[in-house]
């Protein structure tokens, strides 16, 4: 959606006007409104993390959204507790109806649920609230063909973008674009295991501790039953995005597959579908706000 104007443009890239004007020209796609130019946020977004400037907004975020990853990955493995906020918004809506809501499932890897506060039949908007705690746990793969496959797609050379999740579900698209997502490399590469015989499916879930909460982050990962009949999960697009930062984050990439780790919290819907839905008959998809904070 190209709802980004110019300004809003040049400071997210740190560039001037002239500098716009080759970046159009050069093919950035953009709408006139009002004698304003209109970009799309994840357009500005790709720009500015490949710049290689290292000073546009996105990749100062970047750096700081995962300067966890360079740690010892000892303080990602214990309990962590979180205040987690849903608030769900259903545009167009035709009336008060239930609601369905894929809640967090922390139990499916020794976490837990509390406080619990489920959305209420009505109309328009509705929150859902709970206590989450989750826990790391080490769990490497050990089915070669599993470790084949991973490191097959880690070597496949695509390169992981922002871009609308609707899109993200088709994961043919996306790749012959030469682009991969946290969805789309969920989706393959579950197909992927399936087809060598293992059990697994890509689930989406929450992403937690970037910006205080204040930050939504689609995601979605792997979980595969290995060959000593435990479930591990496959989170291929952190691992990625770890291994474009300076330093040395060879723990945590590692980590990302198989291991469990506590700044995810996992849900009961799968990767290709949405996270909440409306009875109340809108074409229009639920939009989900999540604000997730640390628990002291």
Not at 37 to 44: E, I, K, P, S, Y
Not at 150 to 173: E, S
Request: hydrophobic share 40%.
């Amino acid at each position: 959606m190209r709802n980004q104007p110019e300004s809003a443009a040049r400071e997210m890239l740190g560039c001037d006007r002239a500098d716009l004007d080759t970046l159009i020209d050069a093919g950035l796609p953009f709408e006139t409104r009002d004698a304003v130019r209109h970009f799309d946020v994840n357009d500005l977004y790709n720009l500015g993390m490949y710049s290689g400037k290292g000073t546009t907004q996105p990749e100062l975020a970047f750096r700081m959204l995962f300067r966890f990853a360079g740690r010892p990955v000892d303080a990602l493995l214990g309990p962590k507790s979180w205040d987690f906020r849903v608030d769900l918004e259903c545009p167009e809506c035709d009336g008060a109806a239930p609601w369905r809501f894929e809640a967090p499932e922390p139990s499916r890897f020794g976490g837990h649920l509390a406080e619990v506060t489920a959305p209420q039949p009505g109309p328009g908007s509705a929150r859902y609230t709970a206590k989450v705690t989750t826990t790391g746990a080490l769990g490497p793969l050990r089915s070669p063909v599993l470790r084949t496959l991973t490191h097959d797609y880690l070597d496949a050379g695509y390169r992981w973008q922002m871009l609308p999740v609707p899109m993200q579900a088709d994961h043919d698209l996306v790749h012959r674009l030469g682009a991969t997502s946290c969805i789309a490399a969920s989706l393959f590469l579950a197909e992927q295991f399936r087809a060598a015989g293992h059990r697994a499916v890509a689930r989406r879930g929450w992403f937690c501790g970037v910006l205080g909460g204040a930050l939504d982050l689609p995601h979605a990962c792997v979980e595969v039953e290995d060959e000593d009949g435990a479930v591990k999960t496959v989170d291929i697009a952190k691992a990625q995005l770890a291994g474009r930062l300076p330093g040395n984050t060879e723990a945590f990439q590692q980590l990302c597959l198989g291991s469990v780790y506590n700044k995810v919290i996992p849900s009961t819907a799968s990767a290709d579908v949405g996270l909440a839905h409306h009875g109340c008959g809108s074409l229009e998809p639920v939009q989900v706000h999540a604000d997730i904070r640390a628990l002291r």
